[in-house]
């Protein structure tokens, strides 16, 4: 027997086509509880302090066995094999027959049209318990699901209007903008159905009306892309077609949204062990609550991995001009585990939001979900409406290969500025080897085995480096295939299809990838740049490296970013922009190389006779056979104009013959 429940608008449940009543609201919400936990499953703990906060430990887990038992009355036969209970925990059977209206929405592979028509209002309307954290948590719900919708919603949208399907765009962009007021992708849509059927006037006036609603209730302009729109349309041109949604593309700035700082975790113990997981810890929720895409976050090492404890928070996140601070402590008793983490204000220093999350070591992997969660439900208010939905991914399975890459990232940090030394990262090495042999399944110790090789190959650390190349991409693609959504892998492939192979459309997809899951990421927006930069694109790629010195003022790769920048202002023979880099990265490091050779073409280009004989006389002693066959083999500019231009430089400078 089927059972088929709806708890989007209305809770409704029915079984062979009759339907049953469930009058408890309780009963409904954790029914609901259920659906969105987790593997279906959810600890009586939990539940109880979800559904019955007010009463102590034991009168609430009373009361959920009294509501479990109700609910199976409630549902009959159509229950049974449903609900599975033990001593600890709550859970939806893997194998129940069931339909939900949930599912349909948060599947990998749904239908845009189908998971529209699903939607018939916010989850769980008909239930009002007047429970703060209940609330809380239906207010977190609510958002993930719409902002799902509104993402399927956009998928399709720009399905039709590739197709020219304006009848299909007009209904679609109305539903998006009931989910969505201030959706770019509804409005351009809109204006492009309007221009393609003869009525610019109509197209523009949905512009101006747009941006007026925009600056009068967020003090916001719309997006360079709907202003050139316009732009075109007023022009009298036929706009052009949209850059098809699968391929790759920047994502929209983002960088003018308020920002959320991740400051380190403080250890409340003095075990190194502790520390270790509490950095590595800190991390994860910078990473995890990147994977929403929705605002900056800017990551702890901005601000020198100091905690709570070690700097003020209001002073720290002026610094990197974060509307928003996330504070944590870990504290450790055997195998348990409590974290405590804050959402704080950085203007008023005012604690938003606050959670305790107690469990076992094993279960910090779901910590960082439910704290991501949680604090994108405060902080998604705040927020002119997000573009993107929240990314699952693969999270490890076993501890002990958690901690040894957690140690590879504390001897990464300790290593050096920029890519470390050989020693550093030798010394990761046995580490990550056997975290990726007790846990094949672990993406971010493969990810790292590609950062290492790759750092072998382009700073010629070792004789053999098409090995290094080899490795590189097949550690990237290891961690590709367990999760195809991580972000540093596909940089990593990036970097090798353009280096090594002169791959440049599949470097592109890699590094756009890259960055659209993860915007915030410093490594994913340095691989972005570079890539862009080597494709013949220096404006765009500037747009990127300026992304990161507003993620991080003081990145670890400064030196090789600055190099790609003052490279990218010769390019487009702004020279004066170029010269004031390189000379400041020439200062800042000297002992850099490839920054050397980069600003010496600059120096050259520009006529700087003194700069270019004193960044020639530092190469040569660094690198005494640097010759132009070093250049062509190691610089892999997809137009040769661009290449003959940086060795025009070089030989101006007087380091090339």
């Known amino acids: 027997m089927t059972l088929s429940m709806q708890f989007l608008g209305s809770f409704k449940a029915e079984a062979r086509g009759e339907a049953l009543h469930v009058p408890s609201k309780r009963g409904r919400a954790l029914l609901a509880a259920l659906m969105l936990a987790p593997d279906m499953r959810l600890s009586r703990q939990a539940a109880a302090a979800l559904l019955w906060p007010d009463r102590d430990e034991t009168q609430a887990r009373a009361s959920l066995r009294q509501e479990l038992s109700a609910l199976k009355k409630a549902l009959g036969p159509a229950a049974d094999g449903l609900l599975a209970s033990d001593t600890d925990a709550i859970s939806i059977a893997p194998d129940a027959s069931l339909n939900c209206d949930l599912w349909s929405i948060l599947k990998d592979d749904a239908i845009p049209e189908e998971a529209m028509a699903l939607y018939r209002g916010d989850l769980l309307d008909d239930v009002d318990l007047a429970?703060?954290?209940?609330?809380?948590?239906?207010?977190?719900?609510?958002?993930?699901?719409?902002?799902r919708l509104v993402t399927l919603a956009e998928r399709h949208l720009r399905t039709a209007t590739e197709k020219q399907d304006w009848p299909a765009v007009d209904s679609c962009a109305a539903r998006l903008q009931d989910l969505d007021a201030f959706n770019e992708t509804a409005i351009e849509a809109l204006m492009r159905a309007a221009a393609a059927n003869g009525r610019r006037a109509q197209a523009i006036s949905l512009f101006d009306a747009f941006a007026a609603r925009l600056d009068a209730e967020l003090q916001a302009k719309p997006g360079v892309t709907l202003e050139a729109l316009r732009a075109e349309i007023a022009g009298g041109a036929a706009p052009v077609s949209p850059r098809r949604h699968d391929a790759p593309a920047s994502p929209v700035p983002f960088v003018d949204r308020p920002a959320v700082l991740v400051m380190a975790v403080d250890s409340l113990s003095t075990s190194e062990d502790d520390r270790m997981l509490a950095d590595g810890l800190a991390e994860e929720l910078r990473t995890t609550l990147s994977y929403w895409r929705w605002f900056p976050v800017i990551g702890p090492e901005s601000v020198g991995w100091k905690t709570a404890r070690d700097i003020d928070i209001r002073e720290a996140a002026r610094t990197v001009a974060a509307s928003y601070a996330v504070t944590g402590s870990l504290r450790r008793h055997g195998d348990r585990a409590r974290i405590t983490v804050s959402l704080v204000n950085t203007t008023t220093g005012q604690s938003i939001w606050s959670q305790n999350f107690d469990g076992n070591l094993e279960d910090v992997f779901t910590f960082q979900e439910d704290v991501c969660r949680s604090i994108v439900a405060q902080v998604e208010p705040q927020i002119a409406h997000a573009e993107a939905e929240r990314i699952t991914r693969a999270q490890p399975t076993r501890l002990a290969a958690w901690h040894l890459v957690a140690k590879a990232d504390e001897i990464d940090r300790l290593g050096g500025a920029g890519y470390g030394t050989p020693e550093s990262n030798t010394a990761q090495f046995p580490l990550l080897e056997e975290a990726a042999r007790l846990d094949p399944g672990n993406a971010r110790a493969w990810t790292r085995i590609a950062r290492i090789h790759w750092r072998f190959f382009i700073m010629g650390w070792d004789r053999d480096p098409d090995t290094h190349t080899r490795k590189s991409s097949e550690a990237s693609r290891k961690a590709l295939a367990v999760d195809p959504d991580d972000w540093q892998a596909h940089a990593y492939q990036a970097l090798i299809r353009v280096f090594a192979d002169r791959d440049y459309e599949a470097a592109e997809y890699h590094s756009m990838e890259a960055v659209r899951l993860n915007p915030s990421a410093v490594l994913a927006r340095?691989?972005?740049?570079?890539?862009?930069?080597?494709?013949?694109?220096?404006?765009?790629?500037?747009?990127?490296?300026?992304?990161?010195?507003?993620?991080?003022?003081?990145?670890?790769?400064?030196?090789?970013?600055?190099?790609?920048?003052?490279?990218?202002?010769?390019?487009?023979?702004?020279?004066?922009?170029?010269?004031?880099?390189?000379?400041?990265?020439?200062?800042?490091?000297?002992?850099?190389?490839?920054?050397?050779?980069?600003?010496?073409?600059?120096?050259?280009?520009?006529?700087?006779?003194?700069?270019?004989?004193?960044?020639?006389?530092?190469?040569?002693?660094?690198?005494?056979?640097?010759?132009?066959?070093?250049?062509?083999?190691?610089?892999?500019?997809?137009?040769?104009?661009?290449?003959?231009?940086?060795?025009?430089?070089?030989?101006?400078?007087?380091?090339?013959d």
């Open 526 to 656: 340095q691989v972005a740049g570079c890539t862009t930069e080597l494709l013949g694109r220096p404006g765009e790629a500037l747009d990127h490296f300026r992304v990161i010195f507003r993620l991080d003022p003081d990145p670890g790769p400064k030196a090789a970013i600055m190099a790609d920048m003052s490279t990218c202002h010769m390019l487009l023979k702004e020279f004066d922009e170029a010269v004031e880099i390189g000379r400041r990265l020439m200062a800042s490091a000297p002992g850099y190389a490839r920054g050397l050779q980069r600003s010496a073409a600059s120096f050259g280009h520009a006529g700087r006779a003194d700069l270019a004989a004193e960044a020639a006389s530092r190469l040569q002693g660094l690198q005494p056979d640097f010759s132009e066959d070093y250049v062509r083999a190691t610089y892999p500019f997809r137009r040769a104009e661009d290449l003959d231009f940086l060795i025009e430089g070089l030989r101006k400078a007087g380091c090339l």
């Open 131 to 147: 429970l703060e954290s209940f609330e809380e948590w239906l207010a977190a719900q609510r958002r993930v699901l719409r902002a």
